[in-house]
């Protein structure tokens, strides 16, 4: 399964400020990490929303509406995403704990996103039924 | 019903085992019990961390309490044990810093070791599977189980016996050199697509069966890209993967039937792992040696994964890569691949004259591909009456119903008298 952890922005990250030669070099170890642990699928860090715009409907079945960035909401805009695949939700949580704090002075903040995927079907409580009756079947048939 | 407690435990060792135990392996020699040394840690570690806080380094943590657990064990089993001298010896020689070097950059050379040993050829294919899964991929015994729908004791003695095979042949912890590097090499990468297709294949039998082995070899493949670089064959599989798991959406259709890749719908194709792939490929090419069979199947799947919709395939160029792998795996039915691709390419009856050539290989006769092939090509030219015969002899070879119906229909669709 896929999940995407992102990185919000922060009045540092609007401001075009660039992140501590620090913080670049952790970040860069963790992605070695992910790299070497053969979970990461993509990552990348996005520009400023002051050459963003946001296309909106307002009116159901009507014209979309353009707004220009910067937008205000910093917490509300995402500055980057790393996209991994993993086996369990709690192994997706145990590679986000250890994403460096991506702001360092206290703004920072990841979320942790499941990718929709409609092929996995683990977490469907019908398919572990089926799993569940079938491997009972197979226990049966093997021991006996 | 697991408690959270049990599952973080899972997640951790799934992070952290394959690395503990490559390094720990090092210092032991045993990957028994080195696995052991590094479960106890980690059970020490579930018990201390919700007090004193998740360290800095979970994994540095982890490596210094399971070392520290084995110079113990050692001390403890003195005179029971007769290794004791080497473990002794080893526990002198490995010091913090060797730990931390275990950790930092010799851990890729620590991890190649203990894929070389887990895929020993003293071992059986399945068991090399097995463990396998269980010590580089950090999968339960229950999860090994079902993605091969077998009990969990059978794949609990599996790995019993293969780790008590490894200590008893004293199977050194060591990654292979110079020629015998080529032949193990090809044994670790075998395994882990015999995985991958185990994985894709029940993926289309029944597809309720989650493709967690497609996943897992996957990711092994990934991994060891990582730390043998250097290897062309290596970015060959992964490369191939990556394009054929680009296709998992596109290749069932709601009612669960395969799609042929010539049927599937290209927008499914999932863009994000043809890039990969094409990446990995590039990286096969860059080492400079000639491709092999994995890096030339992966190009073969790369001219399909390339051409936007089924008519823009470069058939041409399949036809040539298919002849180059057939020089380096010489096979009747990489042979009729070829064929089908110089029939795409240049026409049927080039193609025809391929196949009926190979109708006297003894290896393909009951294949049910070759007279599907033939029927296919016979049908291009006109020959209705012969492709209706072909059709109806592969569907009485098809190894399944489903693809024994399509064949059926086939030759239904031709008609009785052949029109």
């Known amino acids: ?144 | 019903m697991r408690t959270a407690a049990a599952e973080r435990i899972d997640a951790i060792w799934r992070i952290e085992s394959a690395r503990l135990i490559a390094g720990l392996a090092r210092i032991v020699r045993d990957v028994g019990l080195a696995e052991d040394l590094a479960h106890d840690a980690l059970v020490t570690a579930l018990e201390r961390w919700p007090e004193s806080g998740i360290p800095d380094n979970p994994g540095a943590w982890l490596m210094t309490t399971a070392k520290r657990r084995a110079i113990d064990l050692l001390r403890r089993n003195k005179l029971r044990d007769q290794k004791y001298e080497e473990y002794g010896r080893g526990a002198e020689l490995y010091t913090v810093q060797d730990v931390e070097n275990a950790l930092d950059g010799g851990i890729g050379d620590d991890l190649l070791r203990l894929i070389f040993t887990t895929c020993h050829p003293s071992l059986s294919q399945e068991a090399r599977v097995a463990l396998t899964l269980r010590l580089l991929g950090g999968l339960t015994i229950e999860e090994i189980a079902q993605a091969y729908l077998v009990a969990e004791s059978t794949i609990a003695q599996r790995i019993v016996r293969a780790k008590r095979t490894l200590s008893a042949g004293k199977v050194p912890f060591e990654a292979p050199e110079g020629v015998e590097l080529a032949e193990r090499l090809s044994s670790v990468l075998e395994v882990v697509y015999l995985m991958f297709n185990e994985g894709y294949a029940a993926s289309s039998g029944s597809s309720w069966i989650r493709p967690l082995l497609c996943q897992e070899a996957l990711r092994l493949g990934r991994i060891l890209a990582e730390i043998a670089p250097g290897e062309p064959e290596v970015h060959g599989l992964v490369a191939l993967m990556e394009i054929q798991s680009s296709r998992f959406k596109a290749r069932v259709s709601g009612s669960g039937e395969l799609i042929l890749l010539m049927d599937q719908n290209r927008a499914l194709w999932d863009q994000l792992l043809i890039r990969r792939g094409l990446t990995a490929l590039e990286r096969a090419r860059r080492q400079g040696r000639p491709l092999g069979p994995y890096a030339l199947q992966a190009a073969i799947a790369a001219c399909h994964a390339e051409a936007r919709t089924a008519q823009e395939t470069d058939w041409a160029r399949i036809a040539a890569l298919y002849e180059a792998l057939s020089r380096v795996m010489p096979s009747p039915i990489v042979e009729l691949n070829r064929a089908v691709a110089i029939a795409m390419a240049f026409g049927p009856a080039f193609g025809l004259q391929l196949v009926d050539a190979l109708a006297s290989e003894s290896a393909l006769q009951d294949y049910h591909l070759l007279p599907s092939v033939r029927g296919d090509l016979l049908v291009k030219l006109g020959r209705m009456e012969e492709a209706r015969s072909e059709f109806e002899r592969a569907a009485s070879l098809a190894r399944n119903v489903p693809e024994r119906e399509l064949l059926l229909q086939r030759a239904a669709d031709l008609g009785t008298d052949g029109t």
């Open chain 1, 1 to 144: 399964m896929r999940f995407m952890m992102i990185v919000k922005a922060t009045e540092d990250t609007e401001a075009g400020v660039m992140p501590s030669q620090e913080l670049v070099e952790a970040m860069q170890r963790y992605n070695e990490e992910l790299v070497k642990a053969g979970v990461l699928l993509a990552a990348d860090g996005l520009m400023a929303s002051s050459n963003a715009i946001r296309i909106s409907y307002p009116e159901p079945g009507g014209k979309p509406k353009i707004t220009d960035g910067p937008f205000t909401e910093v917490k509300e805009i995402i500055a980057g995403y790393t996209l991994i695949e993993v086996k369990s939700r709690e192994e997706a949580i145990e590679w986000a704990m250890r994403m460096p704090d991506p702001h360092g002075h206290g703004a920072g903040q990841i979320e942790l996103r499941q990718v929709f995927d409609p092929m996995d079907l683990s977490g469907n409580p019908e398919t572990k039924a089926k799993e569940a009756a079938l491997r009972e079947q197979l226990e049966q048939i093997n021991n006996g």
